[in-house]
């Protein structure tokens, strides 16, 4: 029986004339701005990155701000995921996952830092913000140095240590 069928027979369908006005009426439309901060995506090759930059100097004083409560002193320890440590154990018995130890690239940290973080409030960072924030991560976890700045161009060419234990699912479509 098609999936219709079976919706209709338990006289779920709706009217086809049902509009959005019809509805409950519950919530708002989104304004252009607030589909605009949700609406991209920031590919491992670096396509998708903002212009934009920072570095982990200052970085580390947004960490305090609006992330520490939950990830830790320098992203361990916390409530929240470990966002440091851990390398050399992914391939033991215990593997401890972190930004450092276990993600590919470093262009999808920062994809995933503008998308959902903090976790109360995502996309309330800059890009700067964002940036500078990517670049503390990594220099905790000793991949960049304090001073370095990332931005469209230096984040894409961030080599992670865990890079090569990754396989590409659809060869056919790399370099699309
Ligand atoms: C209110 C608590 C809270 C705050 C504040 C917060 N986070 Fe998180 N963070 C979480 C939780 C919970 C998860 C796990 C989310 C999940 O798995 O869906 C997470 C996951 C992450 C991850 C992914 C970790 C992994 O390896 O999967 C990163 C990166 C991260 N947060 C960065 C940040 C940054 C940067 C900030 C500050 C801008 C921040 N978080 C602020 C709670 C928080």
């Known amino acids: 029986m098609s999936t219709l069928k079976m919706i209709a027979l ?9 509009s959005a006005q019809d509805g409950p009426g ?13 609406d991209f995506v920031v590919m491992p090759d670096g396509s998708g990155l903002p212009d934009g930059s920072g570095d982990a100097r200052t970085g580390a004083e947004l960490y305090r701000q609006h992330c520490l409560a939950c ?5 361990r320890d916390g409530v929240s995921d470990a966002l440091a440590g851990g ?14 130890s276990y993600w590919p690239y470093a262009t999808t940290v920062f994809d995933y ?35 370095q700045v990332l931005d469209r161009a230096t984040l894409p060419a961030v080599r992670m240590p865990n890079r090569d234990n990754f396989v590409w699912a659809f060869e056919a479509r790399q370099g699309r």
């Open 71 to 75: 990830h830790g002193e320098n992203g």
């Open 113 to 147: 830092i503008r998308r959902a973080m903090p976790y109360q409030e995502p996309g309330s960072l800059s890009e700067d913000e964002v940036y500078a924030l990517t670049a503390y991560l990594l220099y905790l976890n000793e991949i960049v140095d304090e001073d």
């Open 87 to 100: 390398h050399g154990t992914i391939e033991g018995p215990v593997p401890e996952k972190t930004v450092g």
């Open 10 to 18: 338990a006289g779920l369908v709706l009217p086809a004339a049902a």
């Open 26 to 38: 519950l919530g708002e439309p989104l304004t252009a701005e607030q589909v605009a901060a949700l």
